[in-house]
C-alpha cells in the first residue's frame, strides 16, 4: 500500500512541475480531490472486506427486534452476498409467538441501486424469490398476523394529528420506490382460512422486465388461472395493469363466501397517471375500469346487477385532515358521463360532503347506461327529451340537524314514448292485487267497482282523508312525489341513531312501492320506487285523486284487513263514508304498524289513554292547516268505541306492554305496508274468518324480537311484560289451533 501511494505522489509532483504557470486554486483543488478519491478507494475497500460481518451483525439486531416488538420468531438458513449489492438468503421462516407459521421463504435474493444508496436510499434493483407461502389465519379469532395492528409502547411519546397528506405521499413513494426494475418469482403460494372460508392464490410466475410486468396466478388449486400484467414504471411513479382469467371470468369466492356479495368481471384495469404533492396537498391521478362486472348481494337487488362498461378517471386528494375524490373526476357509463365529488374531513369534527352533477344529457341514453337487473320494471322503456340531475349534500356529524340536502331530475321536453317492462298507467284501470305476508300470498282482491268493499274518493269520508295525509304527507297534493325536507330530517335522524329508523316515504313513494315493486329491502329497489314516482309524478300519468283513491283501496289496516272499505266496517261497523274524526285519527295512527290495530283498545271498546297525545298532536296539525275545528277536548278521542263484536277478541295484556306495541314504529321500509302483485281479474277469495283475520298464523321458521319499551323502566319491570307477552303468544297459538287454524 506505501508502495502505491509513492508512486501516486511522484506522479503528481512531476505533473505540478509542468504546470507550474497554473493558478494556485486549481492545484489545491486537484490535491483535495485526489486526496478524496483516495480515501473513498480505501473506505470502498474495508467496507468490501467486512461487508459479511456487518450483514450478519444487521441480521441479529433485525431477528432481535422482531422477537422484542413483534413477538416472532425470525430464522434464516444462510444469508451471504453474492455481488457488489447482492444479498441471497435461503430458508426463511416466520412464526408468530403461538401462532400457525406465517411465511416460509425457499429462496429469496435481493439486490439494491448503488447511486441511490450513496444518498441514503434504498432503492430495489432487482429481487428473486423460489417457493415461498404466505399463510394468513383467523381460526376461532385467533389470527397469526395481529402483530401487524400491534401499537409499539412508548409512554414518552407525544400524540400527535398525524398529515394525512404527507402520510399518503409517503406510503405511495415508498410502496412504488420498493417495487425492483427486475422482479422474477416462481411459485409464490398465498394461502387464507378463517372459520368460514379457504381461499389459495398460487404465482406460478411473475416477472418484471424493462418495464413490463407478466404473471401466471392459480387460484385454489386451478378453479382458475389470472393474469395481471402490463405496464410497469415505479421510479416514473406510473403503472398500467390489467387483471383477467383464462377462459372465463375473474371472480372472488372468498368474498362471496365471507360478505355474501357476489362479484365477477371479464377484465379491470387500473392506472396510476401522476403523483404530485404541492401546496400541502397529495394529488393522485388514476383511472378504472371494468367490462360487464356482475355483483349480486342481498341489500343490493334480488337480481345480479350488470355493469357491461364503466369507467371512473378518479383523481384522489388527500389534505392534512381530509381524504377527497376531486370534482375532476369522471365516472363513466356507456354514454353519459357524472361529475361526482365526495370528502370526508376527520378532525377536528367528522365532515361528510357529496356532490353528484350531469349536464344536460339525451334521456334515452340515460335508461340505457343503467346497469342490467337494476331497474327491473323499466326495462325497454322508450323516452325522448333531455335530462339533468343534481346532487348536494353537506354532514357536519358534530350538528346533523343542519345537515344539508339537495336533489333535483330536472327534464327538457321529456316524454314517455313507450312504458317497459311494467305499464305505468296500469293504476288508472280496474286491476286485482296479490298482498304478499313474509312470501305467502293472501287472499286476492279487485280494485274496482266488482269489488263491495272498493270506495271511490269522494265515497270516504273527508275527515279521514285529511287525517292519513296529515300524518304521512302533508302536501301531498302541492308535491311532485317527494319532500326533500322530510328525506333530509330522515337522513340526519338515520345517522345519529346509526340505523334506517325514518324512511321519509310520501303517500306516492308508498302507493309505488306496494303496487309496483317486490317487498325486497334492497338499494336498487329503493331506487326504482323513487324513479317510478319520479316518472308517474312528472309525465301525469295518474292524477293526484286517483293516486289517493288507490291508496285508501289498497293499504293494510290489519291482520288480512286491507283497503278501507274492509277497515271501516271491520273496526266500527260502517261504511268509510260514515267515519268520525276520532275514528279517523284512530285509522290514521295504525298505518305504520297496522297489525297492533287492536292493542289501543282497552276490553270495554275504549282507547288507551296514551293515545291521547297522538289525538292532540293531529289534531292541531289538521286545525292549522284549516282541515278540522280545534279542539281542545281530544278531536273525538273520548267518542271512539270497537265494534262490539271485536272486544271480546281482546286477550288482556298489561297496559304498558299494550302502550309499547301501538308506538312500535320500525321505519318505512319495515312498516306493515303490504306489496300488491296485479294479476288477471278473478273473484275474489272466501274472507278469512274473525279470529283468523285477528290471530295472523305465526310464521315458526322465524322468531320474532319481543316488542318492550324499556325506557324509564326497571329490569323487573320488563322481564314481568316479556313473560305476560310470551304467555300471551302461548294462549293465541293455542287458540288458533283449536279452531283449525294453525
Request: charged letters at 25%; hydrophobic letters at 35%; a positive charge.
Amino acid at each position: 500500500m506505501a508502495f502505491v501511494t509513492d508512486k501516486i505522489y511522484l506522479s503528481f509532483g512531476q505533473n505540478c512541475l509542468m504546470n507550474r504557470h497554473l493558478p494556485k486554486y486549481i492545484r489545491v483543488t486537484g490535491i483535495v480531490i485526489i486526496v478524496l478519491v483516495l480515501l473513498l478507494a480505501i473506505g470502498g475497500y474495508i467496507a468490501y472486506a467486512k461487508r459479511e460481518a456487518f450483514l450478519q451483525h444487521e441480521i441479529s439486531k433485525a431477528i432481535a427486534k422482531a422477537k422484542k416488538d413483534y413477538k416472532l420468531d425470525v430464522k434464516i438458513g444462510s444469508a451471504h452476498f453474492t455481488g457488489l449489492s447482492t444479498v441471497s438468503f435461503t430458508d426463511i421462516t416466520v412464526v408468530p409467538e403461538q401462532r400457525d407459521s406465517l411465511l416460509n421463504i425457499k429462496k429469496f435474493e435481493i439486490g439494491v441501486k448503488l447511486m441511490p444508496l450513496l444518498f441514503g436510499n434504498i432503492k430495489l434493483g432487482k429481487v428473486l424469490m423460489d417457493d415461498a407461502h404466505l399463510n394468513l389465519s383467523s381460526i376461532n379469532g385467533v389470527k397469526n398476523f395481529d402483530f401487524i395492528f400491534r401499537k409499539k409502547k412508548d409512554s414518552a411519546e407525544t400524540k400527535t394529528k398525524a398529515d394525512l397528506s404527507d402520510v399518503a405521499y409517503n406510503l405511495m413513494n415508498q410502496v412504488l420506490y420498493k417495487i425492483p426494475d427486475d422482479l422474477e418469482i416462481k411459485n409464490f403460494l398465498i394461502s387464507f382460512a378463517d372459520d368460514s372460508a379457504r381461499v389459495k392464490l398460487l404465482t406460478q410466475t411473475a416477472v418484471i422486465s424493462n418495464g413490463k410486468l407478466s404473471s401466471t396466478i392459480k387460484v385454489d388449486d386451478g378453479v382458475a388461472t389470472w393474469h395481471f400484467g402490463g405496464k410497469m414504471l415505479p421510479s416514473d411513479k406510473k403503472f398500467d395493469l390489467s387483471l383477467y382469467a383464462d377462459g372465463k371470468k375473474v371472480e372472488i369466492p372468498f368474498v362471496e363466501k365471507r360478505y355474501h356479495l357476489k362479484v365477477n368481471f371479464d377484465t379491470v384495469t387500473t392506472r396510476l397517471q401522476k403523483v404530485e404533492n404541492s401546496d400541502g396537498v397529495t394529488k393522485i391521478y388514476s383511472y378504472w375500469s371494468v367490462k360487464n362486472l356482475l355483483l349480486n348481494h342481498p341489500a343490493l337487488s334480488a337480481n345480479n346487477v350488470v355493469v357491461p362498461d364503466g369507467a371512473i378517471d378518479a383523481n384522489i386528494f388527500v389534505g392534512k385532515n381530509y381524504l377527497s375524490l376531486d370534482s375532476s373526476s369522471l365516472i363513466h357509463l356507456k354514454k353519459i358521463t357524472i361529475d361526482p365529488y365526495f370528502k370526508y374531513q376527520l378532525n377536528p369534527v367528522k365532515i361528510y360532503t357529496a356532490k353528484i352533477n350531469t349536464d344536460w344529457t339525451d334521456a334515452q341514453d340515460v335508461f340505457d347506461a343503467a346497469p342490467d337487473g337494476l331497474f327491473d320494471s323499466l326495462t325497454g322503456i322508450r323516452v325522448s327529451g333531455k335530462l339533468k340531475y343534481h346532487l348536494h349534500l353537506f354532514l357536519d356529524s358534530s350538528n346533523p340537524d343542519q345537515l344539508q340536502f339537495e336533489s333535483a331530475l330536472d327534464k327538457e321536453n321529456f316524454k314517455i314514448i313507450k312504458s317497459g317492462k311494467t305499464d305505468l298507467g296500469k293504476l288508472n284501470d280496474v286491476f286485482v292485487y296479490t298482498p304478499y305476508e313474509k312470501g305467502k300470498p293472501m287472499p286476492s282482491r279487485i280494485i274496482g267497482p266488482e269489488n263491495p268493499y272498493f270506495t271511490p274518493l269522494n265515497d270516504i269520508s273527508p275527515n279521514l282523508r285529511y287525517a292519513c295525509m296529515t300524518s304521512e304527507d302533508p302536501s301531498f297534493y302541492t308535491n311532485r312525489g317527494f319532500v326533500l325536507e322530510s328525506i333530509r330530517k330522515s337522513i340526519a335522524t338515520d345517522f345519529k341513531q346509526k340505523k334506517f329508523k325514518r324512511g321519509g316515504s310520501t303517500i306516492s313513494m308508498q302507493l309505488i312501492k306496494n303496487t309496483f315493486l317486490s317487498r325486497e329491502k334492497t338499494l336498487t329497489r329503493k331506487v326504482e320506487e323513487i324513479l317510478i314516482v319520479w316518472l308517474i309524478e312528472n309525465n301525469q300519468i295518474m292524477t293526484k285523486d286517483r293516486m289517493l283513491e288507490v291508496y285508501f283501496n289498497i293499504v293494510e289496516w290489519g291482520n288480512n284487513v286491507y283497503g278501507i272499505g274492509e277497515a271501516s266496517r271491520y273496526y266500527f261497523g260502517k261504511t268509510p263514508s260514515e267515519l268520525t274524526l276520532g275514528e279517523s285519527i284512530f285509522l290514521a295512527s295504525i298505518l305504520p304498524h297496522p297489525k297492533t290495530g287492536l292493542y289501543a283498545f282497552q276490553p270495554d271498546g275504549t282507547l288507551r289513554p296514551s293515545l291521547q297525545n297522538y289525538y292532540h298532536l293531529i289534531g292541531d296539525m289538521m286545525a292549522g292547516r284549516g282541515w278540522t275545528e280545534a279542539d281542545s277536548t281530544g278531536y273525538g278521542y273520548s267518542d271512539v268505541r270497537l265494534k262490539e263484536s271485536l272486544r271480546q277478541e281482546i286477550a288482556p295484556i298489561p297496559g304498558s306492554l299494550a302502550d309499547s306495541l301501538i308506538h312500535q314504529n320500525t321505519g318505512d321500509d319495515d312498516d306493515d305496508f303490504t306489496p300488491i302483485v296485479p294479476q288477471k281479474i278473478s273473484e275474489p277469495e272466501k274472507k278469512p274468518g274473525l279470529l283468523q283475520r285477528l290471530f295472523s298464523k305465526k310464521d315458526s321458521s322465524k322468531k320474532e324480537e319481543l316488542l318492550v319499551d324499556t325506557a324509564g323502566k326497571t329490569k323487573k319491570e320488563i322481564r314481568q311484560e316479556k313473560r305476560a307477552l310470551k304467555k300471551l303468544e302461548k294462549q293465541r297459538d293455542k287458540e288458533l289451533h283449536d279452531k283449525g287454524l294453525n
